[in-house]
């Protein structure tokens, strides 16, 4: 990665924002309503999934009428504003996005609703640092899938591929990067989990204001 970098895509939970989100409580949830409701076996092996793999299975499915749809999605928005509500700004954070402010085009891509996305960034005051914010309401598949990644790409179709970047603290957020063609910087990162998912970012770091280093 070079000076050749012009825009950066950010995660937020656990890379800008501290969140309070409890990520297993929510999977859990999902699950045993889908479960209820006939439309995920009861054997699935949790621990090979996230909450958006688990979507994921069960929108494949194509057995969920948009009652289900809506209520599964409702679950998951109650994690997220209960957790955001207990957020704090990552180390750092606030130092970083004030020195990159007009350097680069930032964006932040989330598996959150973008209404929990929008409250949680404007209530730490830094929402008018990004371009603009890509919920999940923007995707057609969430993340792992590099979908939210592609639809950035076709927002600034002047830029390439390798002028982005993109940091995030999770595998799911590697694997949708890296199949998009950005690369991929990994925040204070299980290593163990991005290796167990194939995921090779090309640098980790444990300060988000180390990102500085690696684009120029």
């Known amino acids: 990665?070079?000076?050749?970098?012009?825009?950066?895509?950010?995660?937020?939970?656990?890379?800008?924002?501290?969140?309070?989100?409890?990520?297993?409580?929510?999977?859990?949830?999902?699950?045993?309503?889908?479960?209820?409701?006939?439309?995920?076996?009861?054997?699935?092996?949790?621990?090979?999934?996230?909450?958006?793999?688990?979507?994921?299975?069960?929108?494949?499915?194509?057995?969920?009428?948009?009652?289900?749809?809506?209520?599964?999605?409702?679950?998951?928005?109650?994690?997220?504003?209960?957790?955001?509500?207990?957020?704090?700004?990552?180390?750092?954070v606030l130092e970083l996005l004030e020195e990159l402010q007009g350097r680069y085009r930032m964006v932040i891509v989330t598996n959150n609703s973008n209404k929990t996305a929008q409250a949680a960034l404007k209530d730490h005051n830094i929402l008018h640092y990004f371009d603009h914010v890509v919920g999940r309401e923007s995707m057609g598949s969430l993340k792992p899938s590099p979908d939210a990644f592609q639809y950035v790409l076709r927002q600034h179709q002047e830029l390439l591929p390798e002028a982005w970047v993109s940091v995030g603290d999770a595998w799911i957020d590697g694997a949708a990067s890296i199949a998009a063609g950005i690369p991929f910087i990994a925040y204070r990162a299980d290593r163990n989990k991005m290796k167990q998912h194939h995921v090779l970012p090309k640098v980790f770091i444990e300060d988000i204001r180390e990102l500085k280093q690696y684009i120029g």
């Not at 990665?1 to 409580?25: E, G, P, V």
């Not at 995920?40 to 793999?53: E, F, G, I, Y």
Request: a negative charge; aromatic letters at 6%; proline letters at 2%.
């Open 1 to 92: 990665m070079t000076c050749s970098i012009k825009a950066i895509i950010f995660d937020m939970d656990n890379t800008l924002l501290q969140s309070s989100i409890d990520f297993k409580a929510m999977k859990q949830a999902i699950y045993a309503f889908l479960v209820s409701e006939g439309v995920l076996p009861a054997q699935l092996d949790l621990d090979r999934h996230t909450s958006s793999t688990i979507i994921k299975e069960a929108v494949q499915t194509k057995l969920m009428t948009e009652q289900q749809l809506s209520q599964m999605w409702d679950i998951a928005e109650q994690f997220e504003v209960i957790g955001m509500k207990q957020a704090d700004l990552e180390p750092g």
